[in-house]
């Protein structure tokens, strides 16, 4: 006698083939395309498309979700928002103040930014001796932030959007997704019908969330006492020269990109509130304050608590991205479960929607995102071809010596006018070439004379005095004199162009 089991485990109908697994693929493109979600005008209003790495979409933004509940779905660090989107993070150059004297070995985000912009620049070909060539820009800093601003905190201000073509390739996915999903419904596929439609919503509604920050720029609060922010980045063959106040210069170098999440986006699932204890020497006990949101209500006790208490920041927890992040995880495991019940022509249709999305996906991650900062940073500057002025000079201490008279106060001629305003000339050049052999000593002495002299001297007497006299001649075997005929060659082709400059400068 045959015996049936009682639970019938035939698959049936079921096929798992490899449509159930396509959403598996196109996670790298992706990504890329979603980190330029605050680049683009209306981007985050175009995601309303099925779109392939679902999977691999919501396990990377599931990141930004800062609670234990998401830490256990989405294991990872909490970066910041904009570190996450490669807004900020990257190391830039060295900068030295010509004034202050501050010297910063690493400056942020935005001088890295400056630094690339400058060094894309050609430069205008300066005659003159030749060995290696540097590229010094020469920029005039614009005023960032209004005057009125409180300078109680920070200055912030918006960025627009870069506004691109891209809002129009788009139309090519949600027509395309929106189309077979139609075309799935119309032959009673309902599978495939319902898992194009979840892909739609799921990325829709996770693009208008992640998308929803808005781009600021966050400078730095300055004195208002602060002298001139004058100085220099330097990163190897080039140098940027920053002229201007200085906010607008601590603005390049300490100030950041930053994304403002409305509160309904990054607002905690679960209010929390701690306070710490601390005593005034700085050590102290730490308590935690349990009181209940009712309690704590109807004190009205602000975080403030007086010299005593200190409040303790409590983590945006970025719910709403949680949320989408789950929804792309969940919408990948229903389409591995329920698109291989669909039909082949359902099953095409699904693959043909995710074929336009990867498309588009793939034409936004070719897009030059750090090349699109350069432009917003230059913007939010009030920066343009106007302020700025890139010069490829054939030598090393060619540049030294234009940056030393660029930098150099106007009007200051007198040594101890510059002692007492904080600018050391010799100091500025000693961070081009710190040689101190009887030579390379001759002629820092000779180009100090000449920045010393320049208010009695003219133009030509100066230019004449960039000359080696007898003595030196006397003092120097053939090949130092050699040396140092050509170092001053440098000295006068630097004071040429420092001249012509400085009117620029003036003009401007």
């Excluded at 306070?275 to 050590?283: D, E, N, W």
Aim: charged residues 20%; glycine residues 8%.
């Amino acid at each position: 006698m045959t015996h049936k089991h009682p639970v019938d485990i035939q698959t049936g109908h079921f096929d798992l083939d490899v449509s159930g697994v396509a959403g598996f693929f196109g996670g790298e493109e992706a990504i890329s395309a979603m980190q330029t979600i605050h680049l683009y005008k209306y981007r985050k209003y175009m995601g309303w498309y099925n779109s392939p790495g679902s999977w691999n979409v919501g396990k990377k933004f599931g990141m930004l979700a800062n609670s234990r509940f998401w830490d256990g779905l989405f294991p990872g660090p909490n970066e910041d928002p904009a570190e996450f989107f490669e807004l900020d993070g990257k190391q830039g150059p060295k900068y030295v103040a010509s004034r202050s004297g501050s010297i910063l070995e690493h400056t942020g985000h935005l001088a890295y930014l400056m630094m690339q912009i400058c060094k894309e620049e050609l430069g205008v070909h300066v005659g003159g001796r030749v060995t290696k060539r540097n590229n010094v820009t020469l920029i005039q800093t614009q005023l960032v932030f209004e005057e009125s601003m409180p300078k109680e905190k920070p200055p912030v201000r918006t960025i627009q959007p870069h506004d691109g073509r891209q809002k129009y390739v788009a139309i090519l996915p949600i027509a395309v997704s929106f189309t077979t999903c139609a075309l799935c419904g119309w032959t009673y596929d309902w599978f495939c019908c319902s898992m194009i439609l979840l892909g739609i919503i799921s990325n829709g509604m996770a693009s208008l969330v992640i998308g929803s920050a808005s781009l600021e720029l966050q400078g730095v609060k300055s004195a208002p006492t602060a002298p001139p922010g004058d100085g220099m980045l330097m990163d190897g063959d080039d140098v940027v020269l920053l002229l201007g106040k200085e906010e607008d210069v601590a603005t390049i170098t300490r100030g950041r990109f930053t994304l403002r999440y409305e509160p309904w986006v990054k607002t905690r699932s679960k209010k929390e509130e701690r306070k710490r204890f601390v005593l005034r020497g700085g050590t102290g006990s730490t308590k935690s304050n349990r009181r209940s949101d009712a309690e704590a209500g109807l004190q009205n006790i602000s975080l403030d608590q007086g010299p005593n208490h200190e409040a303790v920041p409590v983590k945006d927890e970025y719910a709403a991205i949680g949320s989408c992040s789950l929804l792309l995880v969940t919408q990948l495991l229903a389409q591995l479960l329920l698109i291989p019940q669909g039909t082949f022509f359902g099953q095409i249709m699904f693959l043909s929607s995710f074929a336009a999305s990867w498309v588009y996906n793939l034409y936004l991650s070719s897009i030059d995102n750090e090349h699109i900062q350069e432009e917003l940073l230059l913007e939010a500057l009030n920066l343009n071809e106007q302020h700025m002025r890139t010069y490829s000079l054939g030598t090393r201490t060619t540049a030294a010596v234009f940056a030393c008279l660029m930098l150099q106060p106007p009007g200051v001629y007198e040594e101890s006018e510059w002692k007492r305003l904080g600018f050391e000339p010799e100091g500025i050049i000693r961070k081009f070439i710190p040689n101190d052999t009887p030579v390379w000593t001759t002629w820092r002495e000779k180009v100090l004379g000449v920045m010393r002299d320049q208010k009695v001297c003219s133009r030509d007497t100066c230019y004449d005095l960039l000359q080696m006299s007898d003595q030196e001649k006397d003092m120097f075997k053939p090949n130092d004199q050699k040396l140092l005929e050509n170092l001053l060659e440098d000295a006068r082709t630097a004071y040429e162009l420092a001249v012509n400059e400085k009117l620029w400068l003036k003009c401007g």
